[in-house]
């Protein structure tokens, strides 16, 4: 499929984001492999991974009298995923997509055609930029060659090619964005943002290294205010990072083709990543007519308003939403670094669940992102022993440095009793009274330095603090001792 | 009655066929052994084929393990299907396990299929003993048979005619008494016309009432498997064995099999039988007055005759002949040299696929795969295949209107009865015409039969077709049954 263009967009870039005053169009059709036991059409297993053709079958293969039997489930998780983008779920047909390869074993491809299952719908980014859905298709995957000897891995001039048909038929929904992306960054939020999705309905497990997700991306330039510019395709963008470069780099080739007289050509490019370059694969004019006409060995599809109701009704809170949720809970920005992460996680329903046993949110966040990197959504530490740590840090009976060695103690053995903890490492945070004293020994036995930082030499103050830390055995609290010692060089 | 003496009409030869009713309650009774049945038609087999050519594969082996099986259960007292001994003939476009299927066709020769047909497991569930793999025009793209990559069928009664098709092996097996009934696959009249010139009954289901699952598709929304038999009786027993819903086709209908058995004697009285009074012209007048009799003999046993209007049938030839050409491009697009079946190999990918079907596909099949992919062509669709389309909408309304004041309708099956050999081979289109009356039946989806019904040129059988809507088997069954009696 590919972007339908519109000719003027309502959607109009910033000055700040136009390059050499050219505004950048983006579009991007996703493909996702829907996270299934079998296979779109067949009971095959659909695994990644395992031994080249074992998961393969008259099907699978195209044998010759075989036929497709449409998976419940992929339409299911499919609708699921259509709702999590806004989109209208209709009654939809297959059709056939006729083209020659190897690895497409029916020399067709069924696919959606002009009544996709999923329409209309939008993806929010960051920021409040609203991306268009057009649509969110089911189709079956192809296998997968690998071509050995010869240049690019590229079947022409190789030696022979292998073909692993454990991938062919594996349900996809390629998801097909309106061109309403203006910089490389939103393609990379919208990216982002669509995994998310896909992980928090639990549609595909998205991973772009193994290929359960892939991208491609349509790019034109034009002035504002003017027709869109002739785009390009650019297929094999395996990455988010790999998004926004193939992005910059073809902005900058069309626009500085366009500043040198020439004219942008419509065509499909390959992304070499490794030379950070586009490659052309072919142009329109050779372009495949891939005759559709409507898939008759399967009947049209039409969920019922009931079982679109019943999937609507179990959708799970998505990203946008539970980063609201845990912003306000722990008063961290929405946007802020430490909420993405968590709800990327899915750690923000543990964050919750702390925060429901009476620990203190806010330190939970900065626990759970600093600590909980290589835990599950679901960590192993019992949400109480979170709760109790956070809770006499907030009271100040644990310095920070001493609620951190204690938090890497509970990560490592799986949780624990915190304030059993505490005091077989003798850790009590230091009462002000007797942090004061301490700090005065530091200074009285460092004047040098004292000079130094009441003289405004701000890195000295690392000497003093190094001191009371050392007279008082490491219970002091870095922070108290910090303010402690601003306060008395500025009085 | 005695098995030996069977219900089956003699043939040209003097031999007398059993009938599939007659076998299947002996053998299962014990009055007569499936190995004496087999015997039989392998005799048959060895006295004709090298003529006849019914066949790609006679599976000798397999049928004597299996009728010796069969004779083991019926002594050793377990229960034995419905179609126990019964010798059957398979289309060679319907997947075997583990036995060569080939589709007439260089390019799938010496393929194996891993794998049963829903139609071959249900009868082989019932008892059946297969006896061979039957040839056909090539992927069933033809009227006679002629278009065989492995040379043609002759017709067991005039073997210097041919025996129809694309169904013509399947035809010829129990015309000349090598089976007892066949399977045949029809998309625009692949089992009623080769039944009309072999002088036997063939019956094409509502589009959905037999699974497609193993069955090499030729036009997707066209095929339906049906049988070849000698009797209507043994057409309906058949029927009631293949036909039902297959959860792996899911163009199959969800509903059990019609029972048609019971229709057989209910008679005809106060049915509606339709004629057609645009027909297509261009049958000829010995054909014409068969169709006469029969309507006469339905009006003798009750029925009232009526006349119906089908101003789109001639069309019908048009629209069949784009819309399974495209379904055709397709669904023989997979024969690329890659998985199975023929390869030439050639220096690149492209080279390795012109090379391959260039020399795997025959002139009729490549004929049909350039004007399917043309009328699927950007530019070209909507002209040709979009326009297919709405001429298939109007045959269902026309049938839909004519369906308000008849119950079945009477045409001819074949404009005449077998030809001969290169009459029409030259001439693609005047070959297209022998299934003019035939097609519509397919582009609507609804059921037919052809029902041998007197003689016409050279003493050569007449068939009657028999139309009724989508699911009008019961009395589809019921007029069949009455015009045997008329007999």
């Excluded at chain 1, 080249?52 to 075989?66: E, F, K, R, S």
């Excluded at chain 1, 909420?339 to 203190?360: C, L, M, N």
């Excluded at chain 2, 045959?395 to 077998?418: E, G, H, M, R």
């Amino acid at each position: 499929m590919t972007t339908s263009s519109v000719n003027l967009s309502s959607i109009v870039a910033t000055a700040e984001q136009l390059i050499d005053g050219w505004e950048l169009v983006v579009g991007l059709e996703v493909h996702v492999e829907l996270a299934t036991k079998t296979k779109l059409f067949s009971a095959s297993a659909n695994r990644f991974g395992d031994e080249p053709n074992t998961h393969i079958d008259p099907v699978t293969l195209g044998l010759p009298g075989a036929l497709p039997v449409l998976n419940r489930h992929a339409v299911e998780l499919a609708m699921r995923l259509g709702l999590a983008l806004n989109c209208r779920v209709q009654p939809c047909t297959f059709h056939r997509k006729n083209y020659f390869y190897p690895d497409l074993p029916k020399a067709y491809q069924i696919s959606q055609y002009d009544q996709p299952l999923n329409i209309d719908g939008w993806l929010m980014l960051p920021g409040d930029v609203r991306v268009g859905v057009e649509r969110a298709h089911l189709e079956e995957d192809t296998g997968k060659s690998t071509h050995a000897g010869g240049a690019e891995g590229r079947i022409q001039g190789s030696d022979y090619s292998l073909i692993d048909f454990n991938r062919a038929g594996v349900p996809l929904v390629e998801i097909v964005s309106r061109p309403d992306i203006r910089t490389s960054d939103q393609a990379k939020q919208y990216v982002s943002e669509l995994r998310g999705i896909l992980l928090a309905v639990g549609a595909s497990d998205a991973k772009m290294e193994e290929g359960s997700m892939r991208c491609d991306v349509n790019v034109s330039v034009h002035k504002p205010g003017t027709p869109f510019g002739t785009r390009c395709e650019i297929k094999n963008v395996n990455s988010i990072r790999s998004v926004g470069r193939a992005i910059d780099y073809e902005a900058r080739r069309q626009i500085d083709l366009i500043n040198s007289g020439g004219v942008v050509k419509q065509q499909t490019l390959h992304w070499d990543d490794s030379a950070g370059r586009t490659n052309v694969l072919r142009t329109k004019e050779d372009a495949d007519d891939y005759r559709y006409f409507l898939e008759p060995d399967l009947v049209p599809l039409a969920p019922d308003a009931a079982w679109i109701e019943r999937v609507r009704a179990a959708l799970p809170p998505l990203p946008a939403a539970r980063r609201a949720a845990l912003a306000t809970l722990t008063g961290a920005g929405k946007e802020s670094e430490a909420v993405a992460v968590i709800v990327e996680r899915g750690q923000d329903e543990y964050i919750s669940a702390v925060t429901k046993v009476g620990g203190d949110a806010a330190r939970a966040l900065i626990y759970v992102q600093q600590a909980f990197a290589e835990e599950p959504a679901t960590p192993r530490v019992p949400a109480g022993d979170i709760a109790a740590l956070s809770l006499m840090e907030k009271n100040a009976k644990l310095t920070s440095t001493q609620a951190k060695t204690l938090l890497a103690e509970l990560v490592a053995n799986g949780g624990g009793d915190v304030l059993a903890m505490a005091k077989a490492k003798g850790f009590e945070a230091m009462a002000t009274g007797a942090l004061e004293s301490i700090v005065d020994q530091a200074i009285a036995a460092d004047p040098q330095a004292w000079a130094k930082y009441k003289a405004g030499e701000q890195k000295a103050i690392g000497a003093l603090v190094g001191a009371v830390m050392k007279l008082s055995a490491g219970k002091a609290d870095g922070k108290a001792v910090t303010a402690l010692l601003q306060a008395k060089a500025s009085s | 009655m005695s098995a030996t003496q069977g219900t089956g009409r003699a043939d040209s030869t003097g031999h007398v066929g059993r009938t599939v009713v007659d076998i299947a309650a002996a053998v299962a009774n014990g009055s007569l052994s499936a190995v004496a049945v087999l015997e039989e038609n392998l005799a048959a087999i060895a006295a004709r084929e090298s003529e006849v050519h019914a066949f790609n594969l006679v599976t000798t082996d397999r049928a004597r393990e299996r009728a010796i099986q069969i004779d083991a259960d019926v002594q050793a007292g377990k229960k034995v299907g419905r179609l126990a001994g019964v010798t059957i003939a398979l289309k060679d476009n319907m997947c075997t396990r583990g036995v060569e299927t080939t589709c007439s066709s260089k390019i799938l020769a010496g393929w194996k299929p891993p794998y049963d047909a829903t139609v071959v497991r249900r009868l082989a569930d019932e008892g059946a003993v297969f006896v061979g793999k039957t040839n056909l025009d090539e992927f069933a793209m033809g009227s006679s048979t002629e278009n065989s990559a492995f040379g043609p069928t002759r017709n067991p009664l005039d073997t210097s005619r041919v025996p129809g098709g694309s169904s013509g092996g399947s035809a010829a097996a129990v015309a000349a008494g090598f089976a007892t009934a066949s399977l045949g696959s029809d998309t625009g009249g692949s089992i009623r016309q080769p039944a009309a010139l072999c002088g036997l009954v063939g019956v094409k289901p509502t589009y959905g009432v037999v699974s497609r699952q193993g069955l090499v598709a030729f036009g997707s929304s066209l095929d339906q498997i049906g049988p070849f038999t000698t009797t209507v009786a043994d057409a309906a027993l058949m029927m009631e064995v293949i036909a039902g819903h297959d959860p792996l086709d899911s163009t199959s209908l969800p509903q059990p099999a019609p029972m048609l058995t019971g229709e057989l004697s209910k008679g005809v009285q106060g049915m509606r039988i339709g004629r057609i009074t645009d027909m297509p012209e261009g049958s000829s007048p010995d054909v014409l007055a068969q169709l006469e009799a029969a309507f006469d003999a339905l009006r003798a046993a009750g029925a009232t005759v009526v006349d119906v209007q089908m101003p789109s049938m001639l069309y019908g030839l048009t629209a069949y002949y784009l819309v399974a050409p495209a379904e055709a491009s397709s669904n023989l697009a997979r024969f690329d040299g890659v998985r199975y079946g023929l390869r030439v190999d050639a220096k690149d990918l492209n080279s390795m696929y012109g090379a391959t079907r260039a020399a795997g596909f025959g002139d009729e099949v490549k004929r049909r795969i350039m004007l399917g992919t043309y009328a699927l062509s950007a530019g070209y669709y909507d002209a040709y295949y979009g326009k297919a389309l709405k001429v298939r909408r109007l045959i269902a309304d026309d049938f839909a209107k004519a369906y308000t004041k008849c119950d079945a309708i009477l045409t001819p099956t074949s404009p005449t009865v077998a030809f001969k050999f290169g009459d029409k081979t030259s001439n693609p289109l005047a070959m297209y015409l022998c299934d003019v009356f035939t097609i519509p039946t397919n582009l609507a989806g609804h059921a037919a039969m052809s029902v041998p019904f007197g003689t016409g040129e050279a003493g050569l059988p007449v068939g009657v077709q028999i139309l009724v809507p989508a699911l009008g088997e019961a009395p589809m069954f019921r007029v069949a049954a009455e015009l045997e009696r008329a007999q």
